[in-house]
């Protein structure tokens, strides 16, 4: 922990070295005035007065000593303040994201639909996964047919996964909507067509593509069969498309995932009932997307505090999965890979500014411990809410069975949210992440697991001002903010960079600013800004990279060795289980 202190304050050292000359010179007033403070007020106050008792530790007194709200006898307090107390930023938008917007239109030099699509070429597929898994595979699907110069026929949504949902693509997304938007891309047909009049229909060939199959994998691996057989369908297909494609291709992605693809009306209707009950409540709200099922932490491998009780209950779901080999659980939460827990997620908003006033929408399954693992989340966030409830049974009957319709509802009620934060890393959070990044960065909390892991273990030993510094601390590059990840690193998904296009306009109004800087300076001031928002010294960790493309340097290639917060990447030869972790 000292440690830690210490690199940060020589970080921060660093950063302001060009003020060291003018911070000797006035340091010496300052401390004469310092000396008076000194002499003249008892103890530095804690942040807050109105404050939360948390269970504390006693320890021994220590030669232990972090910052200026300590106690009088040198122990640190952590004593968790109600209020945020952040008036240095405003927690409800991101920074400059008025200078960016989404564009996904196509460019003069992508061909109209008709120009391309060759006749008795079509290509199926069939999704896998949750939700989510199978809204990359749609997306992606589009694309694939693009590249072949095929026609897609609407996909075939997993019914048989983890999540056991009979629903087929028109019950989830408006299907007349999706091939509308997207006529003039890729023609899009609801079943495949009769082999001349009063033939039989195409039996299409089935195939596997590799992960993250590139346009000229798909030139190579399907165009061929396609060609002999005309038919092709592709099975399990999720995370089939390489990151890195042309522009063209990607922004014909985000027309897909952020237009085409529209949730029905009844689940429209019932999700925008759920917003305007949360905006009913306080105008903003936050929606916390929380994944603390039984299997998911048993298969996380991690330790989550509950001593010889957890061991067991996790340990028994454990043994249910065969292929699980999980010995030391430090190791997933060194690599930050544990989930954080619904009392960790509530420290960490906390320590980012969001006062117990805030209302909170939480999505989640199953929660491992239920009431009694909630309980120092919602006393942190005393108004808590869920789809249950805010909703009554009644209005929920049509979702209940159908997991992928209740998934939509929470996607859009998180969608809508002033501030999105997650406790994971999977398809959701990914998704979500990259659409909020499109339509005007909404803040996107993900926490930086890695990092805060250990600060979570020595917060007992901290004051809270110190706790809550570092935690804004890791997290700067996790908040959703323009420009935190660099183009290209995480999965197109996540990180849609090619549709996010800079308001140059805008820009030049906030270069001139209301300050005026001296020629030269203000290009220094500029760059400062826009790299602001990134964590330098510890760079977002996006596993999820095409091994084969070669976008990474040196620096990349190391962390893209480790495996980060990422269950999509966990791979199990039990599918089910891959599916249920995924999601
Ligand atoms: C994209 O195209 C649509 C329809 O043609 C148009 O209304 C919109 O302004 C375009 N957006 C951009 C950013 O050019
Ligand atoms: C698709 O059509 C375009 C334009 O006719 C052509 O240049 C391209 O080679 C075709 N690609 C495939 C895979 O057939
Ligand atoms: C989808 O399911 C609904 C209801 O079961 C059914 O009416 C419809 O024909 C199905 N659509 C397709 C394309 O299978
Ligand atoms: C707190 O500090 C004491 C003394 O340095 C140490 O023994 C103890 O393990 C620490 N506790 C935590 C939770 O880090
Ligand atoms: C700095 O801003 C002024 C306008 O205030 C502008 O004319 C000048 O070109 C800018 N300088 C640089 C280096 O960008
Ligand atoms: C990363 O992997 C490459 C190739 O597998 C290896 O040469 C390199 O030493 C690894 N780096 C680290 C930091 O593990």
């Known amino acids: 922990m000292a440690f830690h202190f210490q690199r940060r304050r020589l970080h921060y050292y660093h950063r302001f070295r060009f003020l060291l000359p003018l911070i000797s010179a006035i340091s010496g007033t300052l401390l004469i005035l310092f000396a008076l403070l000194l002499v003249l007020a008892p103890s530095p106050s804690p942040l807050d007065v109105n404050h939360l008792h948390q269970p504390r530790h006693q320890h021994s007194s220590s030669s232990f ?42 460019t003069h030099k992508f061909p109209n639909v008709d120009e391309i699509t060759s006749p008795n070429k079509y290509l199926a597929i069939a999704t896998s996964g949750g939700l989510n898994q199978q809204r990359t595979g749609i997306t992606d699907a589009v694309v694939a047919a693009r590249i072949l110069n095929a026609s897609l026929v609407v996909p075939k949504l997993d019914q048989k996964s983890f999540w056991k949902d009979a629903s087929n693509f028109s019950e989830i997304f408006d299907v007349d909507w999706f091939i509308s938007f997207l006529s003039k891309d890729v023609k899009i047909i609801k079943q495949l067509p009769r082999r001349g009049k009063g033939g039989k229909t195409w039996t299409p060939s089935t195939m596997r593509v590799p992960r993250k199959c590139s346009e000229r994998c798909y030139q190579n691996r399907v165009l061929p069969v396609l060609l002999k057989r005309h038919a092709v369908q592709l099975n399990k297909f999720d995370y089939r498309l390489a990151n890195k494609l042309s522009t063209d291709l990607q922004k014909l992605r985000c027309r897909v995932n952020y237009h085409a693809l529209k949730f029905t009306d009844p689940i429209q209707k019932m999700a925008k009932k759920l917003v305007h009950r949360m905006r009913m409540r306080s105008k ?41 080999h999980i010995s030391n659980p430090d190791k997933p939460r060194r690599h930050g890979r544990c989930p954080l827990t619904p009392e960790e997620v509530g420290l960490m ?108 273990l020595s917060k007992e030993n901290m004051t809270w001002g110190a706790f809550a510094s570092s935690v804004r601390t890791y997290q700067r590059g996790f908040m959703g903010e323009p420009n935190e990840v660099r183009p290209g690193r995480g999965s197109f998904h996540e990180n849609p960079h090619t549709c996010i296009c800079e308001d140059s306009q805008a820009k030049v109004k906030r270069d001139v600013g209301p300050r005026k800087y001296g020629k030269g300076i203000n290009e220094t001031r500029r760059d400062e800004v826009e790299s602001d928002a990134q964590n330098v010294e510890d760079d977002p960790e996006w596993p999820d990279t095409d091994e084969d493309e070669d976008q990474s340097g040196p620096l990349d290639n190391d962390m893209f060795n480790r495996t980060g917060v990422d269950y999509d990447a966990v791979s199990s030869e039990e599918p089910e289980l891959e599916e249920m972790l995924s999601d």
């Open 65 to 106: 000593n972090v910052g200026v709200d300590d106690d009088a006898i040198g122990v640190p307090v952590f004593r968790v303040p109600s209020r945020g107390g952040r008036s240095d930023r405003d927690i409800w938008t991101s920074r400059n994201s008025n200078f960016y917007y989404g564009c996904s239109n196509a």
């Open 349 to 456: 908003l906390r320590a980012l500014g969001y006062g117990s006033d805030v209302h909170i929408y939480v999505a989640s399954g199953e929660v491992y411990g239920g009431e009694e693992t909630l309980a120092p989340l919602k006393a942190l966030f005393p108004n808590f809410y869920s789809k249950d409830t805010i909703a009554t049974k009644e209005e929920l009957e049509p979702f209940y069975s159908f997991s992928s319709r209740m998934a939509a509802l929470d996607f859009i009620v998180c969608d809508e949210s002033d501030v999105f934060v997650t406790n994971n890393n999977g398809n959701m959070a990914k998704i979500l992440a990259g659409r909020r990044r499109y339509f005007g960065h909404k803040p996107t909390i993900r926490p930086n697991a890695k990092k805060l892991y250990r600060l979570f």
């Open 284 to 324: 903003h709200y936050i929606a916390l997307h929380l994944r603390y099922e039984p299997d998911m932490l048993a298969f996380s491998g991690c330790y989550y505090g509950g001593g010889d009780k957890e061991r067991k209950e996790l340990g028994a779901i454990r043994r249910r999965w065969k292929t699980l």
